[in-house]
């Protein structure tokens, strides 16, 4: 394990992130904002030492950076930085609690959206601004963007590279989109900035001011859902609502799909099976919604519109609502907390197990019945027209296996606070697969405020574990890890 590199990667880290600090920082300043100002100052006066000590006492010996080490990077590099991310709201008071602080800030850096507070109304606007900034910093990847700006010789060299996208990028397998890995995290970066600022001119055209329009997009573009009222969207207009619906879909598409569509290879992009089998939950969950929940709004019209936000909302892991879903008929509940699990696809800011682990399993459920009634049978699984080799099927099954054993488990832990069941199932579930409001007692009017501490340090947990799809955070704590 190369520790004095790890240190330094995350050291550099760090000074990204007190970078990020400045703008809200600014806020405060010209708000007059005194408590967020010096809350603001002490974070980035920490992160700057630290980072300094990272960067220029613990410098590299060795180059040697092997797979445990990008996974042990990525998973002690996400905790840190939502520890050190939350400071702000410490030490300026919005946040009183350190617990409720790396609770809320973890939630944003994983794009989650769930959230302590009561009236996020009352929250600074500096706060507020940090705290959806987090989660735009966050679906991405915070270590892919450092790949993307720092200096071609900078800490991570490119055989690290692509141990370090592999270990923070969410899907069955990370490939480069061209020869560089540098590059292709230039390119991704590209295509989320410019989609970030679309949305914000289409929010701007709806009345929006510029400074609601940057928050609302920051938690669309990361599929987060921290949104400025306790209502999230409901109050909006209409327009709004239907803009934040199509680029929820939008972010939560594998983002290959608009390189492809880039370079001009339309078929090989529109024909892309993940989102063939993406497009058609999202229609069929739309249809099903609509028709159950048609009696409990005016107009067809309306019914339409307020499924079609909660699902892409749902299935995007975004977590904003337009009405309140926890009213709605059991049958359209379900659906919801079935789309938790399904997520978005992989390759973008959304969580979930990702579609193509879904279309991945259907294929080798299939794969199994067929060659239990032919067991001589030989058939292979396919996804775009390429072999989908063993190693990759075997994955899919055990990260599903692992993933329902921590999501069981964690749901026996949080029942300690005594909820019912299905807030306790849908509190882990939305945090796990990285959604924001669950159903009952976390549902979309209400927040997770009234969990103990250790509920929340696990909730976290399964924040991380969703976000960095297991391993990263796993490998923390498995003893083989640190041995030579």
């Known amino acids: 394990m190369n520790y004095r ?28 904002e005194h408590a ?7 974070a980035i006066a920490l992160l700057a030492v630290l980072g300094m000590a990272g960067v220029f006492l613990l410098r590299p010996r060795r180059d040697s950076f092997y797979a445990r080490d990008g996974l042990m990077t990525v998973g002690l590099a996400w905790i840190l930085v939502s520890f050190m991310g939350g400071l702000p ?3 300026s008071g919005s946040i009183p609690s350190l617990v409720d602080c790396f609770f809320e800030t973890v939630s944003g850096f994983t794009t989650t959206g769930a959230s302590i507070l009561p009236a996020a109304e009352d929250m600074p606007l500096s706060d507020m601004y940090w705290r959806c900034f987090t989660i735009w910093l ?19 060299t490119a055989g690290d590279e692509i141990h370090l996208l592999r270990a923070e990028s969410p899907g069955v397998t990370v490939d480069k989109l061209v020869p560089r890995m540098r590059q292709s995290a230039t390119i991704l970066y590209t295509i989320y900035i410019a989609l970030t600022i679309l949305q914000v001119i289409f929010l701007l055209s709806g009345g929006m001011s510029l400074y ?14 921290f949104g400025m009222m306790n209502d999230s969207f409901a109050s909006y207009s209409p327009y709004i609502q239907v803009v934040v619906t199509v680029f929820m879909l939008l972010f939560a598409v594998n983002f290959n799909v608009y390189f492809l569509l880039l370079i001009r290879e339309f078929r090989k ?33 309306e019914s339409l519109r307020h499924a079609a936000f909660q699902v892409a909302s749902i299935i995007s892991t975004t977590g904003f609502m337009s009405t309140d879903f926890d009213l709605w008929p059991e049958l359209s509940r379900t659906i919801l907390i079935l789309l938790m699990f399904v997520g978005a696809c992989a390759g973008s800011t959304g969580g979930g197990l990702k579609v193509i682990r879904v279309v991945i399993l259907a294929k080798a459920i299939r794969r199994a019945v067929l ?29 599903f296996a692992v993933f329902m054993a921590i999501q069981f488990l964690s749901v026996l832990l949080v029942s300690i606070d005594n909820f019912d069941f299905v807030t306790n199932f849908t509190a882990v579930a939305t945090c796990f697969n990285n959604v924001g409001p669950g159903l009952g007692g976390v549902g979309p009017t209400r927040n997770f405020a009234a969990y103990s501490d ?3 340090l696990l909730l976290s947990a399964n924040m991380l574990l969703g976000r960095l799809e297991l391993y990263p955070i796993l490998a923390i704590f498995v003893p083989s890890t640190y041995k030579k």
Not at 36 to 42: A, M
Request: net charge positive; with cysteine.
């Open 89 to 91: 709201f410490f030490f």
């Open 371 to 399: 060659q239990a009634v032919r067991p001589n049978s030989v058939r292979i699984i396919r996804v775009d027209g390429a072999v989908v080799d063993e190693d990759t099927v075997r994955g899919t099954l055990n990260y």
């Open 454 to 456: 250790f509920s929340k």
């Open 212 to 225: 609601e329009a940057l928050v609302a997009t920051y938690a669309t573009a990361g599929t987060g859902g």
């Open 269 to 301: 992009a529109l024909c892309n099976q993940e989102l063939i089998a993406y497009l058609g939950i999202v229609a069929a969950s739309i249809a099903v919604i609509t028709w159950n929940i048609s009696h409990m709004f005016p107009t067809l019209a």
């Open 138 to 156: 966050g679906g991405m990847g915070v270590l892919v963007f450092v790949l993307a700006v720092s200096p071609k010789k900078g800490s991570a």
């Open 36 to 42: 967020s100002v010096r809350g603001f100052l002490i």
């Open 5 to 32: 590199k790890i240190c330094n990667i995350i050291g550099r880290i760090f000074w990204v992130e007190a970078a990020f600090m400045l703008p809200p920082l600014g806020i405060a300043v010209y708000r007059g």
